[in-house]
């Protein structure tokens, strides 16, 4: 079986790579942690000129009607960079969320405008503490003819101010379990929303507590059928967890190469310290990580695209490596920098900063841990 990526994947990776380079790699993220977004924003456009923001959407709403597989590359390349913003939200869940479920209003309002680059999304799921389980999901939408009255709070939303739309769970019946909650797509533009930052270990990623009061959206807006949002979600969130694998390893391919270069400059004892063992071994191990993650999450890409009978715990499984390892990798990276990987001069915290924040994104450890499980009939 061969899904590896094809020529025209990788010429398209090239041009990504030679824009993100031209712009300064990690450059972006760094002034977003001061507050400068500006020159995301311009990224962001320069991405979608290339094409990036229509990848996957459909041909007749305007995009290039490719696949999952046509993600990796950009992905890969985007978390070399720890690219800010919701291009992952956007195109790796929102977008096969529409595809697959959206009516063909919703998709005529919202999937062109995705593809030009002008419309991103936002997923409005945690409660304050509360966890990714359904039973945690209050919020709660009150529908009157063709009115739906939202009224609650959502913690930990990502990216809210870059955001056009906002997903959000909402409790339309009552009870407790999965039944009952549904996904609603709210514009910005058009309610009163009131947003309060948060505090985020990963200061690229801006995350804000949103509260509804008396937000009223149409039953339009619904995603899929009322009641059964959570189903919705779960089926995208397939893709969007291969997705983020992809991007978590360009993440971890560009520290690998980071800790060489650095091992073969940095000398100790009129030598490099990639010649001592210790750091032979170290290098080894991040290197074997970084390509069982890739092969993991090529796979899982492919599942998806091929709706692959194993797609659940292919994603799982690539999910739960790929969070690990990239941590590991990270932390490794400061080790070998020694003294000064622990600075801000390096990139090296930036790294570990969004491995955390990754590690329990949408989802924890452990409920992928217990998917994983049910998929394989364990």
Not at 128 to 137: A, D, E, I, L, T
Request: contains cysteine.
């Amino acid at each position: 079986m061969d899904f590896s990526l094809n020529q025209e994947q990788e010429m398209f990776r090239n041009y990504v790579r030679k824009y993100l380079d031209d712009v300064g790699q990690t450059k972006v993220a760094r002034e977003f942690t001061e507050g400068n977004t500006s020159s995301f924003q311009a990224l962001y456009a320069g991405l979608a000129e290339l094409g990036c923001a229509s990848v996957n959407v459909s041909e007749e709403n305007g995009g290039m009607g490719l696949g999952q597989l046509d993600l990796v590359p950009i992905l890969e390349e985007t978390g070399r960079a720890l690219l800010p913003g919701l291009y992952l939200e956007t195109n790796a869940l929102a977008v096969p969320l529409l595809e697959k479920f959206g009516t063909e209003e919703q998709k005529a309002k919202y999937l062109s405008a995705i593809a030009s680059g002008d419309h991103t999304f936002t997923v409005a799921w945690l409660e304050p503490n509360g966890n990714y389980k359904p039973s945690n999901v209050k919020l709660h939408g009150t529908l009157q003819d063709d009115v739906l009255t939202l009224n609650g709070v959502k913690s930990l939303v990502p990216d809210v101010e870059l955001a056009s739309s906002l997903l959000v769970l909402v409790r339309t019946s009552e009870g407790l379990g999965a039944e009952g909650i549904s996904l609603v797509i709210v514009d910005c533009d058009d309610v009163s929303l009131h947003v309060e930052p948060q505090k985020n270990m990963d200061e690229t990623r801006l995350l804000a507590e949103v509260t509804f009061n008396d937000v009223q959206v149409s039953s339009q807006q619904i995603l899929g059928t009322i009641d059964h949002g959570w189903d919705v979600l779960q089926e995208g969130l397939l893709s969007f967890n291969a997705a983020l694998c992809s991007s978590i390893v360009g993440s971890m391919e560009k520290i690998v190469e980071t800790a060489v270069e650095y091992a073969n400059i940095r000398e100790q004892f009129n030598q490099p310290i990639g010649r001592f063992q210790a750091i032979k071994h170290r290098l080894v191990d991040m290197k074997m990580d970084l390509e069982t993650a890739r092969s993991l999450a090529y796979y899982a890409n492919w599942a998806i695209e091929s709706n692959a009978d194993d797609k659940v715990e292919a994603v799982s499984s690539a999910r739960l490596f790929a969070t690990e390892a990239f941590i590991k990798v990270a932390s490794q990276s400061i080790q070998i920098h020694g003294g000064i990987g622990f600075t801000e001069e390096l990139d090296c915290h930036l790294y570990v900063k969004r491995a955390r924040f990754y590690e329990n994104y949408l989802g924890s450890t452990q409920q992928y841990y217990e998917q994983a499980a049910v998929a394989l009939g364990w």
